[in-house]
């Protein structure tokens, strides 16, 4: 059978190109040794587009992610631009691709890899096991609800937190939907002791919750969870969360696999799938070819998963990132307190995770001739 996948590909800004090669020479591996079709069309989004064609979201890359079967973005983002208005920065391309994809739920694994618990601020014994999956709202509360203004003669400011039962009740159902292929555990993390939409919140997720009689429920104030991912990351399997609070609470969560740059995400329920590390365009370090590209190789393995049903190959792309963890390879970022560890560039990372990539496969296939 040959798989055909029509894969668009908005690299963006600063370290953007640097780790989606990385994940795309994955994926061609994949494509090679799974004989699949997977064809790959190359757009801009955020700073680069506003350089060559004046907006952050062109027309040809919008019609293009409407015309594919996914969408991997790198990041968007550049200091050059700091001093615009939100809806015309780098940032807001991101904002209107998203809204134009319509996915609305937004999943965000946090795991504790084996080995790289050294790298983490938390102790060895609070983060070694951690496996969090976060489900986050991503289509409404306070990043889309109107009115929102910066009022500058009255110096006033707002925003506005809004929900609707609908849109709690299908950003639930795939943490429940979720948490049942996992550990059973759903987490809902809002405000209500203070915001009337969190009370909404609660009283939708509970209510949702009746639907999935194998699937526990807890209910967390934001503030309090903060500090129990920090205390007890091990506790928590799928968490559900609004927008804000998700975005927050999820690179909090990074933590636990000690990099930023080891985060995937996939966006999806809409019309195409989207899918981004969760770190950004880190001006930092871009163009050094120091960036870590396994949150990016990590992000091409929920595209195969969600995106194309090919969980086996998703699973080899994991296996593969571990193996070479496990074999003492680092990017910088993973590098520190580690004294042993064998410090690899962007571009190292990536060829050594295709190459152990196809051994596994390799593996897998001669044991399906025998
Ligand atoms: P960032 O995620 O870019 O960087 C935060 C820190 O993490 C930096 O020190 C950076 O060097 C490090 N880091 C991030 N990814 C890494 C990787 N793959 N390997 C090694 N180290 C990595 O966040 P920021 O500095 O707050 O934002 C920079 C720009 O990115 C801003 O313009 C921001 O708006 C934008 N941003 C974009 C996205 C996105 O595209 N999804 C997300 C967050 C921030």
Not at 206 to 217: D, F, I, M, R, S
Not at 279 to 291: E, L, N, Q, R, T
Request: net charge negative; no cysteine; hydrophobic share 45%.
């Amino acid at each position: 059978m040959t798989k055909k996948l029509n894969i668009l590909i908005v690299a963006g800004d600063g370290i953007g190109p640097e780790v989606t090669s990385e994940a795309v020479r994955v994926l061609k591996s994949v494509a090679e040794m799974g004989g699949y079709d997977f064809q790959f069309r190359h757009e801009l989004i955020g700073g680069v587009a506003i350089d060559a064609h004046g907006t952050p979201l062109p027309q040809a890359t919008l019609h293009a992610a409407l015309a594919s079967d996914a969408v991997l973005l790198g990041a968007v983002g550049h200091n050059k631009f700091n001093a615009l208005p939100p809806g015309e920065r780098p940032e807001a391309g991101l904002l209107q691709i998203r809204a134009a994809l319509g996915g609305f739920a937004n999943l965000r694994p946090s795991f504790a890899w084996p080995g790289l618990s050294s790298n983490s601020p938390l102790r060895p014994e609070v983060v070694e096991g951690a496996d969090i999956l976060f489900v986050r709202e991503l289509l409404g509360g306070l990043y889309f609800g109107q009115p929102r203004q910066w009022d500058k003669q009255a110096n006033a400011a707002w925003n506005t937190m809004r929900y609707t039962r609908d849109e709690v009740v299908r950003v639930a159902k795939v943490a429940f939907e979720l948490a049942g292929k996992r550990r059973k555990k759903v987490t809902s993390v809002d405000k209500a002791n203070v915001l009337e939409v969190s009370q909404l919140w609660r009283a939708t997720v509970t209510e949702v919750a009746q639907q999935y009689p194998g699937v526990a429920l807890e209910h967390q104030y934001v503030d309090a969870m903060a500090m129990h991912i920090m205390n007890t990351p091990r506790s928590f399997d799928v968490v559900l969360t609004e927008n804000l609070f998700g975005d927050i609470l999820s690179d909090e969560a990074g933590v636990i696999t000690g990099s930023l740059g080891m985060l995937p995400s996939a966006t999806i329920g809409g019309k195409v799938d989207l899918y981004e590390p969760v770190h950004g365009s880190a001006p930092d370090i871009a163009g050094k070819g120091i960036a870590n590209p396994i949150g990016a190789i990590l992000t091409a393995a929920m595209l195969l998963r969600h995106s194309a049903g090919l969980d086996q190959d998703a699973d080899a792309i994991e296996a593969a990132v571990k193996k070479v963890l496990d074999q003492g390879y680092r990017t910088a970022d993973l590098a520190r307190g580690d004294k042993s560890a064998q410090v690899l560039s962007t571009t190292d990372m990536g060829s050594r995770v295709a190459a152990a990539l196809n051994e596994i496969i390799d593996r897998r296939q001669a044991m399906h001739a025998v």
